[in-house]
């Protein structure tokens, strides 16, 4: 049973460009989230998704920062226009209806040039 | 505002010695707490949990303590390994969103 999968690893991105990151979450898992670690600082929740809603997006910014989880593939988060203050490493976790705990991916590490 | 606080943010132990990794948080909605274990350039690996209900869980080397009326959780490693060495995260659910801490670094010291 594969855990779950992050894509890109790694992301370089120059100032102004997207970034689009994805996540396909483990098997039999429908409920996504994303954390997002800022250099010396803990992990923070950006957003809940199930296929198809976003269930909570309290974490999100307001602006340039979007998910979604479709019927048919991978989770993404889509930062647009990037700015140096977006580097970061970027989680995806999922977890099973009806369950706590949270099964975390490799992460994507996002450079802003 | 810092919902869930690990004060300590290094501890070295002695291999074969009890690491005890501790945690505090805030927020009485939360209902259930789990410690995280991370490596360098990894996702977090998730290690153990418990339920608001209980106050202890078990499973092999770990143990985990919940004190409710004082809002605070350990982490217990017997006996601790070198493999143990990583940074551990307590984390806090309330709605299925987990509040993390700023992390413990154990080492372990052969």
């Known amino acids: 049973n594969a855990g779950v999968m992050q894509n890109p690893r790694h992301l370089v991105r120059r100032r102004g460009q997207e970034a689009r990151l994805r996540c396909s979450p483990m098997k039999g898992h429908s409920h996504v989230y994303w954390y997002r670690q800022l250099p010396e600082e803990g992990l923070k929740f950006m957003v809940y998704l199930q296929k198809e809603n976003i269930i909570d997006e309290s974490g999100m910014p307001k602006e340039r920062f979007s998910a979604e989880f479709p019927k048919e593939g991978p989770s993404i988060l889509r930062i647009q226009q990037v700015v140096r203050g977006d580097s970061a490493a970027y989680f995806c976790a999922s977890s099973p209806p009806n369950g706590y705990e949270q099964y975390f991916g490799p992460g994507t590490r996002l450079t802003v040039t | 505002d810092q919902q869930v606080k690990q004060n300590s943010p290094s501890l070295s132990v002695q291999e074969g010695r009890i690491s005890i990794l501790n945690c505090d948080y805030t927020?009485?909605?939360?209902?259930?707490f789990l410690w995280y274990k991370k490596y360098p350039a990894e996702g977090p690996t998730f290690l153990i949990s418990?339920?608001?209900?209980?106050d202890k869980n078990e499973d092999g080397r770990f143990t985990v303590f919940l004190n409710k009326s004082a809002k605070h959780l350990s982490l217990h490693i017997v006996p601790s390994q070198p493999g143990d060495s990583a940074v551990y995260f307590c984390?806090?659910?309330?709605?299925?969103?987990?509040?993390f801490g700023t992390g413990t670094r154990l080492t372990i010291i052969p």
């Open positions: 418990i339920s608001s209900i209980k």
């Open positions: 984390a806090a659910s309330a709605n299925e969103k987990l509040t």
């Open positions: 927020n009485s909605m939360f209902d259930y």
